[in-house]
Nanobody
Framework: QVQLVESGGGLVQPGGSLRLSCAASGFTLDSYLIGWFRQVPGKEREGVAC????????TYADSVKGRFTISRDNAKNTVYLQMNSLKPEDTAVYYC?????????????????WGQGTQVTVSS
C-alpha cells in the first residue's frame, strides 16, 4: 500500500521547537522532490520548504527561512522538517507531498501525492 504519513505535530509554546517526519511506505522517497506545505482553515495551502532528490538542495518560504530546516534520510525513507523559534502564526496543519519536478519549487499543483497532515499548534 502506497502511503505518506506525517507525524510529530502537537502543541508547543512560542519559541519552542518541533520536528515533523514524513515517512513513505510502498515506494521510495528518493525518486521525488519532497515538499512541506501548511494550511490554516479558510486559507490557501502555503508552501513551506522542499528538498531535491539528489544532493539535498533546499528552498524555503520567506516566512520560515532561518527557522525551519528540511532534510531527508533516504535510508529511512523519511523526510523531516525541523521547526525552531515557532510563532503562533506557524499554527496550521502540515502536509508533505511528492513531486516529479526536476527543479526546486513550491507550486502546489506540481505535487502529486499528499499525506493526511499533522496539526501544529503554537500557543501559550
Amino acid at each position: 500500500q502506497v502511503q505518506l504519513v506525517e507525524s510529530g505535530g502537537g502543541l508547543v509554546q512560542p519559541g519552542g521547537s518541533l520536528r515533523l517526519s514524513c515517512a513513505a511506505s510502498g515506494f521510495t522517497l528518493d525518486s521525488y522532490l519532497i515538499g512541506w506545505f501548511r494550511q490554516v482553515p479558510g486559507k490557501e495551502r502555503e508552501g513551506v520548504a522542499c528538498i531535491s532528490r539528489i544532493a539535498g538542495a533546499t528552498t524555503y518560504a520567506d516566512s520560515v527561512k532561518g527557522r525551519f530546516t528540511i532534510s531527508r534520510d533516504n535510508a529511512k525513507n523519511t523526510v523531516y522538517l525541523q521547526m525552531n523559534s515557532l510563532k503562533p502564526e506557524d499554527t496550521a496543519v502540515y502536509y508533505c507531498a511528492t513531486s516529479y519536478s526536476q527543479i526546486l519549487q513550491l507550486r502546489e499543483y506540481e505535487y502529486d501525492y499528499w499525506g493526511q497532515g499533522t496539526q501544529v499548534t503554537v500557543s501559550s
